[in-house]
């Protein structure tokens, strides 16, 4: 994270950005070697690296040591390591168009990492990230001079793991991204020095407000979800609420902390045809109408019900209303047990034979 020029004893000069391997620590100074010059070992500053986490393989003198951290991030900072020493030379040679374009994609690079680094995007966004990041590589790689690398996936590939027609391939890729970005502007560039950002992710605010119902008189956990009907699948995790047999909260001191917060959706979450799925647990006996033969000897967790919500007419209901809205959500019930797992969808497309309508309960 600093250079140091090795003015000590034994001392191994850093430049900024270098990898080295940690041999020793004695107060407050390693000993080790930096990976670009492995046979040269010295001694330097704790205080001059900052530490990642790494995979030790062959332990002894022929170890391998691998970051744990995203390939392309890895390949960021090796890259823009080769790109200063060939950069500096653009403007000794005269050519300060490029010397200034190379300028602004290694800052859009360095932007891109650190996003990637922050470990707060959504898989959609860190996908968006790397085909920015790879985009860039291979367009500087391509007015450089320098070899286009083969991917697949942004991730670089072992080419003597792959065909020779594959790796062709990908290189007929890369190239093609290549002439886009120069021709399009890549679609996406930003004004010269504004940093590239990713799209504001979308957050959902559920807060349950009461719960009314007339036939349970259990104890009762609701999990609320967001599911995407056309995928078939849940894409979040599941919020609980746990409420007493008179419908309050089960531990009272949380009464005003009934909410949970689903965040990171993206815009194309936004387009999804999704629902927000409650799904109602009861705790008491087996059957519902054994209830009352007196209290259980047994609390068994049995499904009594489910309620959905559009999310469709959830965001337009607030982009007109542009404020906060209450929305009341009937609990409809499974006919048959063995079906509960999909009564959400039944409700959804509305097979009525499949569940009870409710009458009061909501």
Known sequence: ?????????????????????????????????????????????????????????????QETVVPLEDPIVTEV??????????????????????????????????DLRRQLLS????????????????????????????????????????????????LYKMHLSSRHSVQQSTTQGD????????PCRVPVPHHLLVNLKSFTYNSIGEDTDIFFSLYDLREGKTISEKFMVRL??????????????????????????????????????????MLLNDSKKGPPHVQYRRPYGCAILAMSDVLQTISELKEEKDFVLKVYTCNNENEWYQIHENIIRKSSTKYTAPSTNY
């Open 1 to 61: 994270i600093c250079n140091f020029r090795g003015s000590v004893s034994q001392g191994l000069s850093l430049e900024v950005g270098e990898t080295v391997q940690i041999l020793e620590k004695c107060e407050g100074w390693y000993r080790g070697f930096s990976t670009r010059r492995p046979n040269v070992k010295g001694v330097f500053p704790a205080g001059y690296i900052h530490l990642k986490k790494a995979i030790v393989t062959n332990r002894g003198p």
């Open 77 to 110: 900072t090796s890259t823009l390591q080769e790109w200063a020493l060939l950069w500096k030379q653009l403007y000794v040679k005269h050519k300060v168009d490029l010397f200034y374009k190379v300028r602004h994609v290694m800052m859009e690079l360095i």
């Open 119 to 166: 470990g707060h995007l959504t898989q959609d966004q860190s996908r968006d990230v790397k085909r920015h990041i790879t985009v860039r590589l291979d367009w500087g790689n391509e007015h450089m001079g320098l070899d286009l690398v083969p991917r697949k996936e942004f991730e670089m590939v072992d080419e003597d793991q792959i065909s020779v027609s594959d």
């Open 187 to 194: 679609g996406t560039r930003q004004r010269h020095g504004e």
């Open 244 to 285: 007493n047999k008179n419908g309050g909260p089960k531990n009272p001191e949380k009464v005003d902390r009934l909410c949970a917060l689903f965040t990171d959706l993206s815009n194309k979450d936004m387009k999804r045809d999704l629902y927000i799925i409650s799904q109602v647990i009861r705790t008491g006996r």
